[in-house]
Protein backbone atom coordinates (compact mmCIF):
# COMPACT_ATOMS: atom_id res chain seq x y z
CA UNK A 1 0.00 0.00 0.00
CA UNK A 2 1.40 3.03 -0.99
CA UNK A 3 2.23 6.00 1.90
CA UNK A 4 -0.16 8.76 2.66
CA UNK A 5 1.54 12.10 0.33
CA UNK A 6 1.45 15.07 2.93
CA UNK A 7 2.23 18.51 1.76
CA UNK A 8 3.11 21.50 4.16
CA UNK A 9 2.40 25.09 2.73
CA UNK A 10 3.18 28.64 4.11
CA UNK A 11 1.63 31.79 4.27
CA UNK A 12 2.39 34.62 6.08
CA UNK A 13 4.16 33.45 9.26
CA UNK A 14 7.69 33.59 11.00
CA UNK A 15 7.93 29.54 10.12
CA UNK A 16 8.17 28.22 13.51
CA UNK A 17 5.56 25.39 12.81
CA UNK A 18 7.07 24.09 10.08
CA UNK A 19 10.87 24.58 12.00
CA UNK A 20 8.69 22.09 14.82
CA UNK A 21 8.59 19.55 11.81
CA UNK A 22 11.78 19.61 11.51
CA UNK A 23 12.63 19.72 15.20
CA UNK A 24 10.52 16.04 15.34
CA UNK A 25 14.54 14.89 14.52
CA UNK A 26 14.75 11.77 16.40
CA UNK A 27 11.88 10.20 15.16
CA UNK A 28 11.63 12.50 11.73
CA UNK A 29 12.97 8.60 9.89
CA UNK A 30 9.96 6.64 11.66
CA UNK A 31 7.46 9.19 10.30
CA UNK A 32 8.99 9.45 7.04
CA UNK A 33 8.12 5.39 7.53
CA UNK A 34 4.48 5.75 7.51
CA UNK A 35 3.90 8.97 5.08
CA UNK A 36 5.34 10.53 2.54
CA UNK A 37 6.25 14.40 2.58
CA UNK A 38 5.86 14.93 -1.01
CA UNK A 39 5.83 18.90 -0.63
CA UNK A 40 7.76 20.41 1.66
CA UNK A 41 9.66 23.60 0.38
CA UNK A 42 11.26 24.16 3.39
CA UNK A 43 12.86 20.89 3.31
CA UNK A 44 13.50 19.14 0.09
CA UNK A 45 15.02 20.20 -2.85
CA UNK A 46 12.69 19.22 -4.99
CA UNK A 47 8.60 19.06 -4.65
CA UNK A 48 6.39 16.53 -6.17
CA UNK A 49 2.81 18.04 -7.17
CA UNK A 50 -0.49 16.81 -5.88
CA UNK A 51 -3.06 15.38 -5.28
CA UNK A 52 -1.91 14.90 -1.44
CA UNK A 53 -3.80 13.07 1.25
CA UNK A 54 -2.95 15.64 4.07
CA UNK A 55 -1.93 19.27 3.33
CA UNK A 56 -0.30 20.84 6.47
CA UNK A 57 -0.97 24.97 6.33
CA UNK A 58 1.08 27.19 8.20
CA UNK A 59 0.42 31.26 8.28
CA UNK A 60 -2.47 33.67 8.19
CA UNK A 61 -3.72 34.71 4.98
CA UNK A 62 -2.64 38.45 4.39
CA UNK A 63 -2.75 38.56 0.77
CA UNK A 64 -4.79 38.05 -2.56
CA UNK A 65 -1.66 35.87 -3.79
CA UNK A 66 -2.22 33.56 -0.61
CA UNK A 67 -6.15 33.44 -1.06
CA UNK A 68 -5.60 32.02 -4.12
CA UNK A 69 -2.58 29.50 -3.36
CA UNK A 70 -5.22 28.60 0.07
CA UNK A 71 -7.69 27.81 -2.95
CA UNK A 72 -5.65 25.65 -4.55
CA UNK A 73 -4.05 23.99 -1.53
CA UNK A 74 -7.62 22.74 -0.09
CA UNK A 75 -8.19 21.48 -3.86
CA UNK A 76 -5.22 19.05 -4.15
CA UNK A 77 -5.64 18.13 -0.39
CA UNK A 78 -8.03 15.34 1.12
CA UNK A 79 -7.29 16.66 4.90
CA UNK A 80 -6.84 20.28 5.07
CA UNK A 81 -5.12 21.19 8.41
CA UNK A 82 -4.40 24.48 10.00
CA UNK A 83 -0.92 24.09 11.42
CA UNK A 84 -0.23 27.01 14.29
CA UNK A 85 -1.88 29.69 15.44
CA UNK A 86 -1.47 31.99 12.50
CA UNK A 87 -3.33 29.35 10.23
CA UNK A 88 -5.71 28.17 12.83
CA UNK A 89 -7.17 32.31 13.84
CA UNK A 90 -4.77 34.52 12.51
CA UNK A 91 -1.93 34.61 15.30
CA UNK A 92 0.65 36.90 15.97
CA UNK A 93 0.03 38.72 12.37
CA UNK A 94 -3.99 39.55 13.28
CA UNK A 95 -2.14 42.10 15.97
CA UNK A 96 -1.98 44.25 12.71
CA UNK A 97 -5.71 44.30 12.32
CA UNK A 98 -6.22 46.80 15.40
CA UNK A 99 -4.74 49.21 13.37
CA UNK A 100 -5.60 50.86 10.05
CA UNK A 101 -4.05 49.51 7.30
CA UNK A 102 -1.73 51.63 5.82
CA UNK A 103 -0.51 53.05 9.62
CA UNK A 104 0.73 49.21 9.62
CA UNK A 105 2.27 48.84 6.70
CA UNK A 106 3.98 52.62 6.69
CA UNK A 107 5.86 51.46 9.64
CA UNK A 108 7.64 48.71 7.83
CA UNK A 109 7.57 49.67 4.17
CA UNK A 110 8.98 52.66 2.65
CA UNK A 111 7.22 52.59 -0.69
CA UNK A 112 3.34 51.22 -0.14
CA UNK A 113 2.77 51.29 -3.85
CA UNK A 114 4.13 47.46 -4.22
CA UNK A 115 2.30 46.85 -0.98
CA UNK A 116 -0.99 45.36 -1.07
CA UNK A 117 -2.23 43.18 2.44
CA UNK A 118 -5.31 43.00 3.59
CA UNK A 119 -6.95 41.92 7.04
CA UNK A 120 -5.00 38.92 8.68
CA UNK A 121 -7.48 35.71 8.72
CA UNK A 122 -7.26 32.05 9.87
CA UNK A 123 -7.63 29.95 6.34
CA UNK A 124 -10.95 28.84 7.68
CA UNK A 125 -12.02 32.44 6.67
CA UNK A 126 -11.51 31.06 2.94
CA UNK A 127 -12.00 28.02 2.94
CA UNK A 128 -13.44 24.60 4.79
CA UNK A 129 -10.90 23.40 7.03
CA UNK A 130 -10.80 19.68 8.44
CA UNK A 131 -8.70 20.12 11.78
CA UNK A 132 -7.25 22.53 14.06
CA UNK A 133 -3.22 22.33 15.49
CA UNK A 134 -3.33 25.14 17.75
CA UNK A 135 -0.26 27.07 19.06
CA UNK A 136 2.92 29.23 18.54
CA UNK A 137 4.59 27.20 17.45
CA UNK A 138 2.15 23.96 16.78
CA UNK A 139 2.38 21.61 19.22
CA UNK A 140 4.71 18.25 17.89
CA UNK A 141 3.31 15.53 20.04
CA UNK A 142 -0.25 16.64 18.67
CA UNK A 143 0.78 17.14 15.34
CA UNK A 144 2.04 13.66 15.65
CA UNK A 145 -0.73 12.46 17.81
CA UNK A 146 -3.06 13.80 14.33
CA UNK A 147 -1.20 11.71 12.34
CA UNK A 148 -1.36 8.96 14.07
CA UNK A 149 -4.83 8.85 14.08
CA UNK A 150 -5.36 9.88 10.65
CA UNK A 151 -3.24 6.90 10.08
CA UNK A 152 -4.99 4.50 12.31
CA UNK A 153 -8.49 6.29 11.03
CA UNK A 154 -9.55 7.46 14.32
CA UNK A 155 -11.05 10.79 15.82
CA UNK A 156 -7.65 12.78 17.27
CA UNK A 157 -7.75 13.36 20.83
CA UNK A 158 -9.29 17.22 21.75
CA UNK A 159 -9.03 18.75 24.57
CA UNK A 160 -12.13 20.49 25.82
CA UNK A 161 -10.56 22.36 29.07
CA UNK A 162 -8.13 25.33 29.57
CA UNK A 163 -4.53 25.71 30.18
CA UNK A 164 -5.92 26.43 34.11
CA UNK A 165 -6.31 22.56 34.67
CA UNK A 166 -2.85 21.60 33.28
CA UNK A 167 -1.54 24.03 35.68
CA UNK A 168 -3.61 22.76 38.24
CA UNK A 169 -1.97 19.39 37.57
CA UNK A 170 1.48 20.33 37.85
CA UNK A 171 0.79 22.35 41.44
CA UNK A 172 2.03 25.56 39.68
CA UNK A 173 1.03 28.90 41.42
CA UNK A 174 -1.95 30.71 40.35
CA UNK A 175 0.46 33.70 38.91
CA UNK A 176 -2.91 35.53 38.60
CA UNK A 177 -4.57 35.68 41.91
CA UNK A 178 -0.81 35.53 44.02
CA UNK A 179 1.03 38.39 41.12
CA UNK A 180 -1.74 39.62 39.95
CA UNK A 181 -0.45 39.29 36.42
CA UNK A 182 -2.08 39.37 33.35
CA UNK A 183 -3.24 35.35 32.55
CA UNK A 184 -5.29 34.16 30.24
CA UNK A 185 -4.67 30.22 31.30
CA UNK A 186 -8.40 30.28 32.34
CA UNK A 187 -9.83 30.64 28.71
CA UNK A 188 -7.47 29.34 26.63
CA UNK A 189 -7.39 26.01 25.44
CA UNK A 190 -4.88 22.99 27.11
CA UNK A 191 -2.70 21.27 25.10
CA UNK A 192 0.78 23.03 26.10
CA UNK A 193 1.24 21.52 29.06
CA UNK A 194 0.73 24.73 30.80
CA UNK A 195 4.23 25.45 29.56
CA UNK A 196 4.36 29.40 30.11
CA UNK A 197 3.39 29.36 33.61
CA UNK A 198 5.11 26.41 34.42
CA UNK A 199 7.95 28.63 34.35
CA UNK A 200 6.41 31.58 35.86
CA UNK A 201 5.32 33.27 32.91
CA UNK A 202 1.63 34.32 32.80
CA UNK A 203 -0.16 32.63 29.89
CA UNK A 204 -0.53 34.83 26.48
CA UNK A 205 -3.18 32.64 25.02
CA UNK A 206 -1.84 31.26 22.07
CA UNK A 207 -3.77 28.48 21.70
CA UNK A 208 -6.74 30.33 21.46
CA UNK A 209 -10.34 30.23 23.23
CA UNK A 210 -11.33 26.85 25.05
CA UNK A 211 -14.80 25.76 24.89
CA UNK A 212 -17.02 27.96 26.77
CA UNK A 213 -14.45 30.15 27.77
CA UNK A 214 -16.11 33.13 29.65
CA UNK A 215 -13.69 35.75 28.30
CA UNK A 216 -15.99 38.58 29.73
CA UNK A 217 -15.92 37.30 33.37
CA UNK A 218 -12.05 36.69 33.34
CA UNK A 219 -12.07 40.33 31.38
CA UNK A 220 -13.92 41.93 34.16
CA UNK A 221 -12.65 39.83 36.96
CA UNK A 222 -9.13 41.49 35.68
CA UNK A 223 -10.46 44.92 36.04
CA UNK A 224 -11.81 44.62 39.90
CA UNK A 225 -8.13 43.26 40.58
CA UNK A 226 -6.95 46.68 39.37
CA UNK A 227 -5.17 45.40 36.08
CA UNK A 228 -5.16 48.50 32.98
CA UNK A 229 -7.61 48.15 30.77
CA UNK A 230 -5.77 48.77 27.19
CA UNK A 231 -3.11 46.17 28.44
CA UNK A 232 -6.08 43.31 28.98
CA UNK A 233 -7.55 43.81 25.68
CA UNK A 234 -3.73 43.85 23.96
CA UNK A 235 -3.73 40.20 26.05
CA UNK A 236 -6.59 39.11 24.25
CA UNK A 237 -5.40 40.81 20.81
CA UNK A 238 -1.95 39.27 20.90
CA UNK A 239 -2.96 35.66 19.58
CA UNK A 240 -6.70 35.20 18.66
CA UNK A 241 -8.38 38.61 18.61
CA UNK A 242 -10.12 37.31 15.73
CA UNK A 243 -11.82 34.51 17.10
CA UNK A 244 -15.38 35.51 18.51
CA UNK A 245 -14.45 34.37 22.36
CA UNK A 246 -11.37 36.74 22.21
CA UNK A 247 -12.94 39.69 20.89
CA UNK A 248 -15.18 39.91 23.22
CA UNK A 249 -12.91 39.87 26.39
CA UNK A 250 -10.50 42.64 24.49
CA UNK A 251 -14.37 44.61 24.42
CA UNK A 252 -15.58 43.34 27.90
CA UNK A 253 -13.01 45.90 29.57
S1 LIG B 1 1.91 30.09 14.92
FE1 LIG B 1 3.70 31.11 15.84
S2 LIG B 1 5.43 29.74 15.39
FE2 LIG B 1 3.74 29.16 14.00
S3 LIG B 1 4.13 30.35 12.16
FE3 LIG B 1 2.72 31.56 13.41
S4 LIG B 1 4.07 32.95 14.57
FE4 LIG B 1 5.36 31.31 13.77
S1 LIG C 1 0.82 28.64 28.44
FE1 LIG C 1 -0.48 29.85 27.07
S2 LIG C 1 0.93 31.13 25.87
FE2 LIG C 1 2.15 29.49 26.85
S3 LIG C 1 2.25 27.86 25.32
FE3 LIG C 1 0.48 27.40 26.63
S4 LIG C 1 -1.29 28.36 25.61
FE4 LIG C 1 0.57 29.25 24.70
Redesign the pocket.
Known amino acids: MSKPRVAVY?MS????????ILNLEPILLDLLGTVELSYFVMARRENEPGPYDIGLV???ITCGEEIERLKKARQECHLLVA??????YG???SIKNWQPQRVVESRVYDNLAAIHSTTAYGIDYYVPVDAYLK????SREELLDFIKSTLLGVRPYLRPHSVCVECKLHENVCLFVTDGAICLGPVTTAGCGALCPSRGKPCDG?RGPANDANTVSLAQTMVSYGLHHSDIARYFRK?AGMTPEFSKGAEAV
Not at 13 to 20: I, K, P, Y
Not at 135 to 138: H, K, L
Open positions: KSCAGCQLEEGALGSCACGLPGCPVCF
